[in-house]
């Protein structure tokens, strides 16, 4: 089952990220992105994807054109920004990776779709809520892939999905900065429960 759910690194280090990257997966999420501002964020990419696990590997908080295109050499799948910046969309998407950037608004949301965005991140999630969201869907194109980040956890799933969320990016809820592979499994395991009980309501 492809589960629609992004692992969110923000603090790995190259030494911990292949680890980390077999406990997401076997946990059953297999996107992963791991922001540029991390210690050595290349480095942590290119060390999972080494790893051959077929998972979609990638950065977050991608800022510039000069950035995806560091990663489109090193085999980077997918580009996930805070922002809606046309220019790293249109680099990204000519570089044949995915393409994630950050909006909150109807004219931020078509500015990404016209540069050529796979899907939407609506971020920060918690500050729009469900509520937002389901005014912004009911603009959109029906196929428009968006992901609630930022305030979108276990215990929220059902109420976004409800109200036209696709899939999540999870962050703090899932990894923080010196946990063992261990605890990243456990958590991945409750999240991956949680996500696939919302999709049964």
Known sequence: ?????????????PPEAPAALAA????GIDTI???????????SIAA???????????????????QV?????????????????PEVIAATRAAGMQSWPGIMTPTEAFAALRAGATGL?????????????RAIRAVLPPDTPV??????????????IAAGADGFGIGS??????????????RATDIVAAYDESLRR
């Open 33 to 43: 992105e791991v922001p540029l501002n991390s210690p050595d964020p290349y480095e």
């Open 24 to 27: 997401l997966v076997e946990a």
């Open 48 to 66: 999972m994807l080494a790893a051959g696990t077929g998972a979609t590997i990638g950065a977050g908080t991608v800022l510039a054109p000069a």
């Open 173 to 186: 809820a899932l990894y923080a900065p010196g946990m063992s592979a261990a605890e990243i499994h456990a």
């Open 121 to 133: 991140k609506l971020f920060p999630g918690a500050l729009i809520g469900p509520a937002g969201l």
């Open 1 to 13: 089952m492809a589960r629609k759910l992004i692992a969110i690194l923000r603090g790995i280090t």
């Open 147 to 160: 992901y609630a980040v930022g305030g979108a956890g276990p215990d929220t799933f059902a109420a976004w």
């Open 69 to 85: 295109d560091r990663l489109a050499r090193i085999g980077a799948r997918i580009v996930v920004s805070p922002d809606c910046n």
